[in-house]
Nanobody
């Protein structure tokens, strides 16, 4: 089964940092845009960031600009989301997805999804 696997979530205090990783199972990320999404309890899933195939174009939701950094290492077939200065409102399940276009507002643009990793920001 073709899917993505996220890792790196956990519990962190406000102001802290986490780095999420996203690795594919059964295919290579070389030909796909990677997007990061999150879903907080009781809320709809929202786009956080995406990065193009070459890694030279990125896009961020306004709520995370200046705090989160998306990157990819095609040699390692892995994408990352570095999250700094975390806030309680960043608490959510974070998902990575692979698709043809770096779009944050249309989740249907992504072909493959991971199961998600929990990020909790709390004292």
């Amino acid at each position: 089964q073709l899917q993505l696997v996220e890792s790196g979530g956990g519990l962190v205090q406000p102001g802290g940092s986490l780095r999420l990783s996203c690795a594919p199972s059964g295919f290579t990320l070389d030909y796909y845009v990677v997007g990061w999404f999150r879903q907080a309890p009781g809320k709809e899933r929202e786009g956080v960031s995406c990065i193009n195939i070459g890694g030279d174009y990125t896009n961020y939701a306004d709520s995370v600009k200046g705090r989160f950094t998306v990157s990819r290492d095609n040699a390692k077939n892995t994408a990352y989301l570095q999250m700094d200065t975390l806030k309680p409102e960043d608490t959510a399940v974070y998902y990575c997805a692979a698709g043809p276009s770096c779009i944050l507002i249309n989740m249907m643009a992504y072909d493959y999804w991971g199961q998600g990793t929990q990020v909790t920001v709390s004292e």
